[in-house]
Structure formats: structure tokens, C-alpha cells
């Protein structure tokens, strides 16, 4: 049978016309199946299906619309609905939805919608709060591709210096104890208080795309780090220059030939005579060292490119010494850490300081050849190429190839210059063709 509206009863049940009410009276009588508009309240309705079922509801067109809604109310009896209770529900949607122009369906996925979203957000909250310092830290290290010596280096410096912010998540970690710790750690050393900054600072822009609870989140997107650059907080720090000195250079030389720890005097006479940095040079393996080529290479560099050099003469007859009469097959320097190869210096370096009274670190040795080396290489490729230096805005030196033997020369010129300045060659020595050695093309300044 047709659904159809029905405004006024039927003759058979009603004898009067009167204006129909939905009340109790009217759903508990026998009604035939269709719609019941009550006259009191424009757009109540009551639904009656051929089952008998009464469902209550608002049916009519929204103000200032010509668009007609629907919005099911509830089944009388079912969860305690009753006529009244329909009554008092219909005049609310009419009043605060239909009256005010709005689609009631609309508005209250929109109410549901914005109450998922702050469910989502009072759960992110609740997340957010596991993600402490050292929960991120961990992660940090764990998925981006860094040398065990950055790991190291940035688990050591955070322990330092906030290691009471480990167990603190990183949303509680506001701009002023950000701005107050870098304060602290600076009266003690303000390399450190940058590099610590720097690191947890890197921290929140990992955190920011890792975890989706996070990527929104004020804390996270207001990097509280950014605090010291807003108020130009960070130590204005002097970049080292400290070589050893031509006159300092013959004292050194002696004092390091004479120590009985020969991975130590090996390994320090390398630094000076290749420019290689520390962490270089200690993982050397014999595998990379080539002596009938008179070569080397090194596979974990800082800028991640490998180097490839030629040995200069002093240097190979150090390095096939130390092949002849090695202690290890894998580690040209062989150490007894945890790592297998040379990692301190520092009781051997201070005996050199003593003895030599000349107080380096083993990046100075680095200087020193670089030093060195600018004053008797020509052309500023060569030089990059010798201390594997890259520079991303020069194009041209992305054309510029230097092979290994293109390289030997000049290395070989270094190494003379080294050998005359500590005495190990004497003028009359290089008066010989085969020992000549160039004279620098500009004075060093060192």
C-alpha cells in the first residue's frame, strides 16, 4: 500500500474532523499505513509502514531553501521513545537547524566530524607524550644513514649535556628551557652548547615526519631550537687555525720518531704526510692500501666520495715497514678497543707535547699538509682533490677528474718539502735530480 499523507483521519475513525495531534492517544489507535502531519508542529510526522511500525520524524523544506529533509527522529517504544520525547526532539531540529536555514543532516556530520577530530587529537596527545627525547633519539639513529662515529658523537654530546631531558617528551620541551639549557651549557663550553643545540634541533624536524601524531602538533612545528637563531643565542665560535710551525715541525718530527708505540709514531707521521683527517686514517685496512702501485684508498670519508691517493716516497716505505712486520691482516694501524684499530692518542700525543714542547691535536697535522701543500700545488683542484674537499656551487669542478697519478707528483713535492724542513734531507741531497725539490711558489704561512 502506498505510503501517503494522511492530515486528517479517517471517517470511519473519526466522525468529527478535528486538527490532528501526534500524541500517545493518536499512535496507540489503529492506524493504516502512511505519513501524519501534526498541526501543531509545522513538520512533525509520524510514519506509520504496513508492518505497523511508527517512526517518528521531521519532514518538511528548510527555511529560505527550496531543498525538502527528511530526519528520522526514532521508533516509538524502542530505547524509551515515546510521543512526547518525539515532540520535544522534533522542535529542537526545526528550531535550531531547519528555522536557521540549515540541513540538520549537514550539520551534524560536521559536529561529528569535528568530534573525531578531537578524539584524534586528544589520542595523538596521549602518543605524543611516549615520544621522549631519548625515544627519538634512538629512532634518529636507527633510520638515517650516519657514520658510527656521528652516532656516537650525538649520543655522547645529548648525554652530557640534557641527559634529565631523556625521559621527557619532546612537546613538553618548550622555547625558554631550550634558550636556559643553551645558556648553561655555554658558561662551560660553547662548542658544546651549539652542538648539542644542533642536534636537537634535527631531532624535531625527524620527529615532525615521522610520526603522523606529531607532524601538527605547535610543539613540533614551532621547533623550539628556533628560539636561539630569533634571538641570535648562537656562540659566534672562531674556526681553529692552529698548524704546527715550520720551527715547531723538526722538534715534532723527532719526538714522534722516538715513541715505542709504532702504531702511534706510524699513524701520527701519516696524518702529516697524507692530510688525512683522524677517522681516515684509523680505519685504514690493508685491503686499500695497493704498495706495488703505491696507492690507497679510503672508503669512509666525511663527505662519503672515496679517496684515492698516491704515496709519496716517505710514506711508502712507512706503510711496506709496516706490512713486513704487521700485527694485524685487516688494520693497517691495529688497536686493541672494540673497534680493532688505533681510536686514542692521547697518552702518546702528550708524551710528543713533552718532548717536543709543542701542543697539537691530529686535525693540526691536517693543517699543517694543507698548509703545506697550498703553497707548493698548483691550481686550487689539485688541492681540493688532495683533502677530498667538495664544493656543491663550484661547476666546474664537477668536470674536473683527477686520477691518482695525476696526483703523485705533487704529493711527492710535499713529502720533499716535509722531509727538508725536519732535516731528513739535506740541501746537497737535493741537488739531485731525482730529489729535487720544488721550491714553494709562495711562502707558507705557518
Not at 702511534?264 to 685491503?287: H, I, N, Q, V
Not at 688532495?386 to 683527477?402: C, E, P, R
Request: with cysteine.
Amino acid at each position: 500500500m502506498k505510503d501517503t499523507d494522511c492530515n486528517i483521519t479517517q471517517a470511519a475513525e473519526r466522525k468529527a474532523k478535528e486538527p490532528l495531534v501526534i500524541n500517545k492517544t493518536l499512535v496507540d489507535s489503529d492506524l493504516r499505513p502512511g505519513r501524519y502531519r501534526d498541526s501543531r508542529l509545522t513538520g512533525f510526522v509520524l510514519r506509520v509502514t504496513p508492518a505497523g511500525t511508527r517512526t517518528y520524524c521531521v519532514d518538511t523544506r528548510v527555511k529560505g531553501s527550496r531543498e525538502r529533509v527528511t530526519y528520522a527522529i526514532g521508533i516509538h517504544g524502542k530505547d524509551g521513545m515515546t510521543a512526547e520525547k518525539a515532540r520535544k526532539k522534533a522542535d529542537e531540529v526545526i528550531s535550531k537547524y531547519i528555522k536557521q536555514g540549515l540541513n540538520p543532516h549537514e550539520e551534524l556530520r560536521k559536529q561529528q566530524r569535528q568530534i573525531e577530530e578531537e578524539r584524534a587529537i586528544e589520542r595523538a596527545e596521549k602518543l605524543a607524550h611516549t615520544h621522549t627525547l631519548a625515544s627519538v633519539l634512538e629512532d634518529y639513529l636507527s633510520k638515517k644513514k650516519l657514520k658510527s662515529s656521528t652516532k656516537a658523537n650525538y649520543q655522547c654530546v645529548l648525554k652530557a649535556t640534557m641527559a634529565d631531558w631523556f625521559a621527557k617528551p619532546l612537546i613538553e620541551i618548550t622555547k625558554d628551557m631550550v634558550a636556559d639549557r643553551h645558556r648553561k651549557i655555554s658558561d662551560h663550553s660553547e662548542g658544546m652548547a651549539d652542538n648539542a643545540m644542533r642536534v636537537v634541533r634535527a631531532l624535531y624536524t625527524f620527529a615532525g615526519y615521522e610520526y603522523d601524531e606529531l607532524s601538527n602538533h605547535q610543539a613540533i612545528i614551532v621547533n623550539p631550537v628556533r628560539k636561539l637563531s630569533q634571538q641570535k643565542q648562537w656562540n659566534r665560535l672562531q674556526r681553529r687555525q692552529t698548524v704546527i710551525r715550520m720551527h715547531q715541525l723538526k722538534p715534532w718530527f723527532k719526538a714522534v720518531k722516538a715513541l715505542e708505540n709504532t702504531v702511534a709514531r706510524d699513524f701520527l707521521l701519516t696524518l702529516l704526510f697524507t692530510g688525512l683527517r683522524k677517522s681516515e686514517a684509523e680505519s685504514l685496512r690493508w685491503t686499500d692500501v695497493d704498495l706495488k702501485g703505491q696507492q690507497f684508498t679510503i672508503r669512509d670519508t666525511k663527505n662519503r666520495i672515496p679517496l684515492n691517493l698516491p704515496m709519496g716516497s716517505y710514506l711508502y716505505g712507512l706503510l711496506l715497514s709496516r706490512w713486513q712486520q704487521r700485527e694485524s691482516d685487516i688494520w693497517v694501524f691495529p688497536g686493541q678497543g672494540r673497534e680493532g684499530h688505533i681510536t686514542d692518542l692521547r697518552f702518546q700525543m702528550e708524551k710528543v707535547t713533552t718532548s717536543s714542547n709543542v701542543e697539537f691535536t691530529p686535525h693540526d697535522l691536517r693543517r699543517t699538509f694543507a698548509t703545506i701543500a697550498d703553497g707548493l700545488v698548483p691550481g686550487k683542484y689539485t688541492l681540493k682533490k688532495l683533502l677530498n674537499h667538495k664544493d656543491s656551487s663550484d661547476v666546474t669542478a664537477g668536470y674536473f677528474i683527477s686520477e691518482v697519478e695525476r696526483l703523485r707528483e705533487p704529493v711527492q713535492q710535499i713529502t720533499d718539502y716535509i722531509l727538508l724542513q725536519v732535516g731528513e734531507v739535506t740541501e746537497q741531497q737535493n741537488k739531485s735530480p731525482s730529489n729535487k725539490i720544488v721550491p714553494m711558489k709562495k711562502k707558507a704561512t705557518i
